[in-house]
């Protein structure tokens, strides 16, 4: 029997480009995702709600690129639950705020506090931290309080010609970097409160995409936070940002939905307008409990490989 | 060989990818980059299959050794039914007190302090 300096390696990457081939994921570098958990029916839109999973805490650090910079350092973090029902998601974010600012309107003199989620709008590469680049935006939601919540897109507008500009219903000539996408892609909802020097916004947006500028969710996803605390004159540039989170979905088997019985009698002549609804369907066909059985069953039959090998 | 794995794994996977940033989108990059990522996914699974055959191979005196790299192992992979007992960084200090020399020891007391901070 040969010494195993390449017997050994060479089984190793046989098996490896095997189990890679098949998809089999027994070991990552990536580090621990934030789940979001799944819950049957309604999303909970009350903070207090016993439905949301136990807050990750995404720390923030006071962006270093646009003057005026942070006036001093200090330890800002948000906290982030998620859900999601197999059609929406809900986020849950909360942070220490010692005051309330909201704006009010036609008054001009409070920056208000604020919040922002921000996705990569591609899932071939993560975008840059700071709201994108030209080739690789992101999509961002906007809440503020006072204000409302808003569906953006930043980093696409000066790499898109007029037409396309167009096509995608966005205004002819960029005015910024960041841009308010169409109404048609304005279906994020938020719920606000504020309560013991914290704000609690429930931000609630489809899983899917329903613009080629929205990311979509089905699949685990990235996302990064920021805040603004308008009592510190914190306003566009001047935010605490966090770097990219994991999100990993938790899966669940949809029936397929049965088609419905025509009822056998009654006939109408009403016509009604076509409507497109579009539902996406996280489906997984391995239970998860299966990838941990396969990876310990991989380690227990290269042991015993090795074992049978060494008596030879 | 376990040396090349593991650089290619960490080079690939853990250097690579993070600079890739500033490398330029085309068609070609792209492809460049799937194409690294493919090669540290695989010899990632590759290190992954390799140490436990080299368990195996050691046989009965690295017994402890190899029970507790299934053991903690499959800790570590129980996070995928949601059971977050993630002790895997003991292993390289409990792997020095059988191959002791200064160098285990130091990979081990590293790892075992990153994952009592972390």
Redesign the interface.
């Known amino acids: 029997m040969r010494r ?3 017997l ?2 060479g ?3 046989a ?3 095997v ?2 081939a098949l998809g089999i994921v ?4 990536q580090e ?1 995702a934030v ?1 979001v958990k799944f819950v049957n029916g309604s999303l909970p839109v009350d903070p207090a709600s016993p439905l949301w999973p136990k807050p990750a805490d995404v720390p923030l650090t006071s962006q270093t690129l646009v003057y005026p910079l942070a006036p001093a350092v200090e330890n800002r973090a948000v906290s982030v639950a998620a859900v999601h029902n197999g059609t929406h998601i809900a986020f849950l974010l909360t942070w220490k705020d010692a005051t309330q600012d909201a704006a009010k309107p036609g008054g001009l003199d409070v920056f208000p506090d604020a919040v922002v989620v921000q996705f990569p709008v591609s899932r ?3 975008p ?1 931290i700071c709201m994108g680049t030209v ?2 935006p992101v999509n961002i939601i906007y809440w503020r309080a006072g204000v409302g919540v808003e569906n953006l897109v930043a980093g696409a507008g000066y790499g898109l010609s007029p037409q396309q500009r167009e096509a995608l219903g966005l205004q002819t000539t960029p005015t910024s970097p960041v841009e308010l996408l169409p109404d048609s892609a304005q279906v994020v909802q938020a719920y606000a409160v504020y309560k013991d020097g914290a704000w609690y916004v429930v931000l609630i947006r489809p899983l899917g995409s329903v613009h080629p500028l929205m990311s979509s969710l089905a699949d685990d996803f990235s996302a990064a936070f920021a805040t603004w605390d308008g009592s510190k004159g914190e306003r566009g540039g001047l935010k605490a940002t966090s770097g990219w989170v994991q999100f990993r979905l938790e899966r669940r088997i949809f029936a397929a939905p049965q088609p419905t019985q025509p009822a056998p009698t009654t006939m109408t002549a009403t016509q009604t307008s076509a409507t497109t609804v579009t539902q996406t369907y996280v489906v997984e066909t391995t239970p ?2 299966a ?2 059985v396969i ?2 069953l ?3 039959l ?9 008596r030879r | 060989m376990y040396l090349f794995f593991l650089v290619l794994e960490f080079f690939l996977n853990r250097i690579l990818n993070r600079f890739w940033i500033f490398v330029p989108a085309t068609p070609v990059t792209h492809a460049l980059f799937v194409g690294i990522q493919w090669v540290g996914f695989v010899s990632m699974l590759a290190l992954y299959v390799y140490s436990f055959l080299l368990l195996g191979h050691w046989g009965r005196r690295a017994l402890p050794l190899t029970a507790a790299a299934l053991i903690l192992t499959a800790m570590d992979l129980a996070s995928y039914v949601g059971i977050y007992i993630k002790l895997l960084w003991l292993l390289p200090l409990f792997s020095s007190l059988f191959f002791r020399n200064k160098l285990n020891l130091a990979f081990g007391v590293y790892y075992a302090a990153r994952g009592v901070v972390g």
Do not use: C, K, M
């Not at chain 1, 027994?26 to 570098?29: E, G, R």
């Open positions: 195993p300096e390449l050994f390696p089984i190793a990457l098996v490896a480009v189990l890679a027994v070991v990552t570098a621990s789940l071939a590469q993560l840059y080739d690789n998860a409990w990838w941990v990876g310990v991989v380690a227990l290269a042991v015993v490989a090795g074992l049978a090998l060494r």
